[in-house]
């Protein structure tokens, strides 16, 4: 193709910008806290080249790594293409090389058995060392002063698995890191490796085990006992894939699971727990245990949330039609045949985030992103879905207490960082990049609008930023982001 389609993976908040740049000094309205110092980290998708088919989708283009780093107030800004050796490679040639999402059958023959993935979806910081991550390869490792990119990383030839989780989970009190890697043998593989490394960044331990179905396993969660492990019937077929066709399809007649084994114990001990038909969640919030009991939070929806998987299961499901909700999901690990017991905690939404400190325990609040139904106009076009989020919510699981942030009308939120505050008793903050309309909202070119780095209250959420950062710019879509402290910065690996 000579030009990028205009289909809703390329317009709106995914209009491909191409551009690597880096910004000094940005306008801030407001006033940042002196103890948010460092660099929040985010994973952009953005195309180098306009793509091999008109049906591509934004899950599949060019990972960037963009940085806001910020410091006594001031705050800059770079983003850099993420050298892959796909990267490489079509840069090289000029074009577009890989075709389909995740489908080697339809790539040009020059680059056959080459490195496929994009590294799109989440940064990783761990062990002094920052990596770009998407689940269909493993992750690279980039410079976190320059955003240069050092390489594929394996842990120094020790990883077998072919892949890397874009959700990997960080124990704050042991600081080791629990990973896992789907499709782990390649295309269609239904083995996954199950993954620890150390504090200092050391691979310990890799064990593989078969999940029931070949399904897109996007994340899981530990709890100081468990490592767990949710699977949703969005499927990969290898003969549909070899003709040519999509990798994922969504089967709305198949269970769910849930796969469940002691953190630090053999894959043997897995056991797989049947759940309702036909459901899907990319993200769980996080999960704890209470005595026998086992919790896992998710933001649940009643089908898959990507139309191309609803479609290539034959499912004509609408956008606006599709049901969920934050939902607790618990185990009674003693009885003789566990079960799955369903409640829900809060409104329907994603990108949800945790303070680093609870991870696998119990939480007093989360955050997570949603669609204000009282929001005036329509939504900003853009994101893997098509309409991106336009509020922030802040839940209390426990109480069911319910605060909200909307943007400007017509705008859209990406998914919040957590930034700890040193002050006994204070919540810390949040750090959210805001796209807001430079005209009337939904009306004019989606592509115009201008982008902003907000920092709010993290307990506070209702009385929106106490900061804005403006960049002058319109950013692409974020995936996920990650908050680095400037002493870790300091202990990185790679120096400046």
Same mark, same amino acid.
């Given at each position: 193709?000579?030009?990028?389609?205009?289909?809703?993976?390329?317009?709106?908040?995914?209009?491909?910008?191409?551009?690597?740049?880096?910004?000094?000094?940005?306008?801030?309205?407001?006033?940042?806290?002196?103890?948010?110092?460092?660099?929040?980290?985010?994973?952009?998708?953005?195309?180098?080249?306009?793509?091999?088919?008109?049906?591509?989708?934004?899950?599949?283009?060019?990972?960037?790594?963009?940085?806001?780093?910020?410091?006594?107030?001031?705050?800059?800004?770079?983003?850099?293409?993420?050298?892959?050796?796909?990267?490489?490679?079509?840069?090289?040639?000029?074009?577009?090389?890989?075709?389909?999402?995740?489908?080697?059958?339809?790539?040009?023959?020059?680059?056959?058995?080459?490195?496929?993935?994009?590294?799109?979806?989440?940064?990783?910081?761990?062990?002094?060392?920052?990596?770009?991550?998407?689940?269909?390869?493993?992750?690279?490792?980039?410079?976190?002063?320059?955003?240069?990119?050092?390489?594929?990383?394996?842990?120094?030839?020790?990883?077998?698995?072919?892949?890397?989780?874009?959700?990997?989970?960080?124990?704050?009190?042991?600081?080791?890191?629990?990973?896992?890697?789907?499709?782990?043998?390649?295309?269609?593989?239904?083995?996954?490796?199950?993954?620890?490394?150390?504090?200092?960044?050391?691979?310990?331990?890799?064990?593989?085990?078969?999940?029931?179905?070949?399904?897109?396993?996007?994340?899981?969660?530990?709890?100081?006992?468990?490592?767990?492990?949710?699977?949703?019937?969005?499927?990969?077929?290898?003969?549909?894939?070899?003709?040519?066709?999509?990798?994922?399809?969504?089967?709305?007649?198949?269970?769910?699971?849930?796969? !469940?084994? %002691?953190?630090? =114990?053999?894959? +043997?001990? #897995?056991?797989?727990?049947? /759940?309702?038909?036909?459901?899907?969640?990319? *993200?769980?919030?996080?999960?704890?245990?209470?005595?026998?009991?086992?919790?896992?939070?998710?933001?649940?929806?009643?089908?898959?949330?990507?139309?191309?998987?609803?479609?290539?299961?034959?499912?004509?499901?609408?956008?606006?039609?599709?049901?969920?909700?934050?939902?607790?999901?618990?185990?009674?690990?003693?009885?003789?045949?566990?079960?799955?017991?369903?409640?829900?905690?809060?409104?329907?939404?994603?990108?949800?985030?945790?303070?680093?400190?609870?991870?696998?325990?119990?939480?007093?609040?989360?955050?997570?992103?949603?669609?204000?139904?009282?929001?005036?106009?329509?939504?900003?076009?853009?994101?893997?879905?098509?309409?991106?989020?336009?509020?922030?919510?802040? !839940?209390? %699981?426990?109480? =069911?207490?319910? +605060?909200? #942030?909307?943007?400007?009308? /017509?705008?859209?939120?990406?998914?919040?960082? *957590?930034?700890?505050?040193?002050?006994?008793?204070?919540?810390?903050?949040?750090?959210?990049?805001?796209?807001?309309?430079?005209?009337?909202?939904?009306?004019?070119?989606?592509?115009?609008?201008?982008?902003?780095?907000?920092?709010?209250?993290?307990?506070?959420?209702?009385?929106?930023?106490?900061?804005?950062?403006?960049?002058?710019?319109?950013?692409?879509?974020?995936?996920?982001?990650?908050?680095?402290?400037?002493?870790?910065?300091?202990?990185?690996?790679?120096?400046?």
């Amino acid at each position: 193709m000579g030009a990028f389609p205009q289909t809703i993976h390329f317009i709106g908040t995914n209009t491909p910008r191409q551009q690597e740049y880096s910004l000094d000094n940005l306008e801030v309205e407001g006033e940042i806290p002196a103890a948010i110092n460092g660099s929040f980290f985010r994973a952009v998708p953005d195309n180098a080249h306009p793509p091999m088919f008109e049906d591509d989708i934004a899950l599949n283009h060019d990972g960037m790594i963009a940085r806001f780093d910020i410091k006594d107030g001031k705050v800059s800004f770079a983003i850099r293409y993420v050298e892959t050796e796909r990267y490489l490679l079509e840069k090289e040639a000029g074009r577009a090389l890989f075709g389909r999402y995740r489908n080697p059958f339809t790539d040009d023959p020059s680059v056959k058995g080459k490195d496929r993935t994009v590294a799109n979806t989440t940064p990783v910081w761990h062990g002094g060392r920052l990596f770009m991550t998407k689940e269909d390869g493993r992750g690279y490792e980039v410079n976190p002063h320059t955003l240069e990119t050092r390489g594929r990383w394996d842990y120094e030839g020790k990883l077998r698995s072919e892949t890397f989780t874009a959700h990997p989970r960080i124990d704050p009190v042991t600081g080791e890191m629990f990973f896992f890697g789907y499709e782990a043998g390649g295309l269609c593989d239904l083995n996954v490796a199950y993954c620890i490394a150390d504090k200092d960044g050391n691979l310990v331990k890799e064990q593989w085990f078969e999940q029931p179905y070949c399904s897109t396993i996007h994340d899981f969660v530990i709890t100081e006992k468990y490592a767990i492990f949710p699977i949703f019937p969005t499927l990969a077929d290898l003969d549909r894939i070899k003709a040519g066709g999509p990798h994922w399809a969504h089967h709305q007649d198949l269970p769910s699971y849930v796969g !469940i084994m %002691p953190r630090y =114990g053999d894959v +043997s001990e #897995m056991v797989w727990i049947e /759940g309702p038909k036909g459901v899907s969640c990319f *993200h769980e919030v996080n999960g704890y245990d209470d005595g026998d009991k086992v919790h896992i939070d998710l933001c649940l929806t009643d089908t898959c949330a990507f139309q191309f998987m609803r479609e290539a299961g034959g499912l004509d499901i609408d956008q606006r039609d599709i049901k969920g909700a934050l939902t607790r999901w618990t185990i009674d690990m003693s009885a003789h045949k566990p079960a799955i017991e369903q409640r829900e905690l809060g409104p329907t939404g994603d990108l949800c985030r945790v303070e680093d400190a609870v991870q696998g325990r119990p939480y007093p609040r989360a955050w997570y992103l949603s669609m204000n139904p009282q929001a005036k106009g329509p939504p900003m076009l853009g994101g893997p879905v098509g309409a991106n989020f336009n509020c922030l919510l802040r !839940i209390e %699981p426990e109480t =069911g207490r319910l +605060s909200m #942030m909307e943007t400007p009308p /017509g705008g859209a939120i990406s998914e919040p960082a *957590h930034v700890v505050s040193p002050e006994a008793g204070h919540g810390g903050w949040l750090l959210s990049v805001i796209d807001i309309p430079n005209g009337p909202p939904g009306a004019g070119d989606p592509s115009d609008y201008s982008s902003e780095l907000w920092v709010i209250e993290a307990d506070a959420v209702e009385k929106g930023p106490i900061a804005r950062i403006k960049t002058g710019k319109a950013l692409r879509s974020q995936v996920h982001g990650t908050w680095v402290a400037r002493e870790k910065l300091a202990n990185s690996k790679l120096s400046g």
